[in-house]
C-alpha cells in the first residue's frame, strides 16, 4: 500500500508551504505541516501491517504549482515522522519528466534526506540503466522506480538485462483516451536481441 504524498495531490497540499496557507494545527511550521500525512500513515496502520506500507514523497517536485520555502526543513520533518511510524519503504521522486536534470543543491537535499531514512530506499526520477544501477551499487537506493520507461517499454527487465534499445515514450498518450500508448509499443524480438 503507497500513500501518494507527492506530485502536487492533497498530502503534498498539506506539506508544502507554497500550498498549505492554514493557520490551524495542520498548517505553519513543518511538524503541523506534516501532520495530514502522518494522521494518514496511522490510519493505514490500522488495516494495513507497517512492512506493506510506503509513502511517495516529491521534494523538489513543480507540477500543480508546487513549491516549498525549505524542503530540508519540510521533508526531513516528514521522514522524522515516518521512521517513528515504521513503514516498509520510502519511495522518492527525485525529478519529474518535464523537469530539467536535478542540481547539484537538489542532489545535496536528496542526499541529505536519504541519510535520514534508515529504511527500504526507492528512487524515482528520469533513471535510466546505468543511474539505476549505480544507485543501487553504491547503496543510494535500494531500488529504483521506472515509471514512463516501463510504459513504453512492457518487457522492460528484459531490455535492462540485455542492454537493449529502450522504445521512445509517447507523453499525449499518458493518462488517458484510449488503449493507444499502454499497449500498442512493440516487445523485444529475437532479431532485435541478436542484432
Known amino acids: 500500500m503507497e500513500i501518494h504524498a507527492a506530485n502536487g495531490y492533497l498530502v503534498d497540499q498539506?506539506?508544502?508551504?507554497?500550498?498549505?496557507?492554514?493557520s490551524d494545527?495542520?498548517?505553519?511550521?513543518?511538524?503541523n505541516r506534516v501532520r495530514f500525512l502522518a494522521q494518514a500513515v496511522e490510519n493505514v496502520l490500522e488495516v494495513w501491517e507497517a512492512q506493506r506500507v510506503g509513502v511517495r514523497l516529491?521534494?523538489?517536485?513543480?507540477?500543480?504549482?508546487?513549491?516549498?520555502?525549505?524542503?530540508?526543513?519540510?521533508?526531513g520533518t516528514a521522514i522524522e515522522r515516518l521512521r517513528s511510524c515504521g513503514i516498509g519503504y520510502l519511495h522518492?521522486?527525485?525529478?519529474?519528466?518535464?523537469?530539467?536534470?536535478i542540481t547539484g543543491a537538489e542532489k545535496q537535499l536528496f542526499a541529505s534526506l536519504r541519510n535520514q531514512w534508515d529504511g527500504f530506499y526507492i528512487v524515482n526520477g528520469n533513471y535510466d540503466?546505468?543511474?539505476?544501477?549505480?544507485?543501487?551499487?553504491t547503496g543510494y537506493a535500494d531500488a529504483v522506480a521506472y515509471g514512463r520507461a516501463f510504459?513504453?517499454?512492457?518487457?522492460l527487465p528484459r531490455r535492462l538485462q540485455l542492454r537493449a534499445t529502450?522504445?521512445?515514450p509517447d507523453p499525449p498518450t499518458f493518462y488517458g483516451g484510449d488503449s493507444r500508448g499502454y499497449t500498442d509499443?512493440?516487445?523485444l524480438t529475437d532479431t532485435a536481441v541478436s542484432s
Request: charged share 25%; hydrophobic share 30%.
Open 25 to 31: 494545527l495542520y498548517g505553519g511550521k513543518a511538524l
Open 151 to 155: 510504459l513504453a517499454n512492457p518487457d
Open 92 to 101: 522518492m521522486v527525485e525529478s519529474s519528466q518535464d523537469s530539467p536534470a
Open 58 to 75: 516529491s521534494p523538489t517536485g513543480t507540477f500543480n504549482d508546487m513549491a516549498d520555502n525549505d524542503p530540508q526543513e519540510t521533508f
Open 166 to 168: 529502450l522504445n521512445t
Open 129 to 137: 540503466r546505468e543511474r539505476g544501477e549505480e544507485a543501487v551499487r
Open 185 to 187: 509499443y512493440p516487445f
Open 14 to 22: 498539506f506539506l508544502r508551504t507554497g500550498s498549505n496557507q492554514r
